[in-house]
T-cell receptor, first 114, second 114 residues
Framework: GDSVTQMEGPVTLSEEAFLTINCTYT??????LFWYVQYPGEGLQLLLK?????DKGSNKGFEATYRKETTSFHLEKGSVQVSDSAVYFC?????????????FGKGTKLSVKP | KAGVTQTPRYLIKTRGQQVTLSCSPI?????VSWYQQTPGQGLQFLFE???????NKGNFPGRFSGRQFSNSRSEMNVSTLELGDSALYLC?????????????FGDGTRLSIL
C-alpha cells in the first residue's frame, strides 16, 4: 500500500541555519503530496502542497519540490527561526479510490536554538 | 471564520468505558475526517463522513465508530476502551472531498486511558 518515510528526528539547528527534512513516498500513480506542521498543543496546519510532478510548493520561506523520479518531497528552508520549532509531517493522498485520506510519515521534530 | 472545534480538549477514562468525542467543522464544510495520533503508530486515518454518510474507513476495529449530523457536526465513539486507545484524536474538515479541497485540522482531543 501507499506509505511515506521521513527522516527521524529530532533535528536541532541554530537560528539562521539551513533546514532539510527528507521525505520519500511509495504510491501508485501520481499522489498529491503535503507538508503539515504541528506546534505544541495544537493540531496540524497545512504548510505547503504539490499535486503533480515537478510542482514546487512554498509557504513562509519553506519549499518542497515533487520529484517523481526519486519519489521524494524534501522540505527546505534557507534560514530557520526559533518560531519554526515544531513537528513536521510529510503526507500523501493517493489516487486510488474516490474519496481520499491522508497517509502521514512519522513526523520530524525540529528544535531551533537562538 | 471559526476553525474546526473539537470538544473536549482533554478526557480521562478507565479501561472498559466508552467515550464520545465531538467535532464541529468550519462553517460550510461538509466533509469531516478523523485521525488518531500516537507516539508509536503516528497519525492514522480512522474514517471520513460526508453528508451524514461514512465514505471512507481506515483499518481500526469495530469499537471505533462515528456519525455525522445534518449540520455536518461529527462525533466519534470508542467503546470498551483499552490502554492502547490513549491518543490525540484529530478531526479535519474540508468543503468537499478531501481529495479536492484542503483539510483544516482542529486542535484535537487528548484521551488518556487509566
Amino acid at each position: 500500500g501507499d506509505s511515506v518515510t521521513q527522516m527521524e528526528g529530532p533535528v536541532t539547528l541554530s537560528e539562521e541555519a539551513f533546514l532539510t527534512i527528507n521525505c520519500t513516498y511509495t504510491a501508485t500513480g501520481y499522489p498529491s503530496l503535503f507538508w503539515y506542521v504541528q506546534y505544541p498543543g495544537e493540531g496540524l496546519q497545512l504548510l505547503l502542497k504539490a499535486t503533480k510532478a515537478d510542482d514546487k510548493g512554498s509557504n513562509k520561506g519553506f519549499e518542497a519540490t515533487y520529484r517523481k523520479e526519486t519519489t521524494s518531497f524534501h522540505l527546505e528552508k534557507g534560514s530557520v527561526q526559533v518560531s519554526d520549532s515544531a513537528v513536521y509531517f510529510c503526507a500523501l493522498m493517493g489516487v486510488r479510490g474516490s474519496q481520499g485520506n491522508l497517509i502521514f510519515g512519522k513526523g520530524t521534530k525540529l528544535s531551533v536554538k537562538p | 471564520k471559526a476553525g474546526v472545534t473539537q470538544t473536549p480538549r482533554y478526557l480521562i477514562k478507565t479501561r472498559g468505558q466508552q467515550v464520545t468525542l465531538s467535532c464541529s467543522p468550519i462553517s460550510g464544510h461538509r466533509s469531516v475526517s478523523w485521525y488518531q495520533q500516537t507516539p508509536g503508530q503516528g497519525l492514522q486515518f480512522l474514517f471520513e463522513y460526508f453528508s451524514e454518510t461514512q465514505r471512507n474507513k481506515g483499518n481500526f476495529p469495530g469499537r471505533f465508530s462515528g456519525r455525522q449530523f445534518s449540520n455536518s457536526r461529527s462525533e466519534m465513539n470508542v467503546s470498551t476502551l483499552e490502554l492502547g486507545d490513549s491518543a490525540l484524536y484529530l478531526c479535519a474538515s474540508s468543503l468537499d472531498s478531501p481529495r479536492n479541497q484542503p483539510q483544516h485540522f482542529g486542535d484535537g482531543t487528548r484521551l488518556s486511558i487509566l
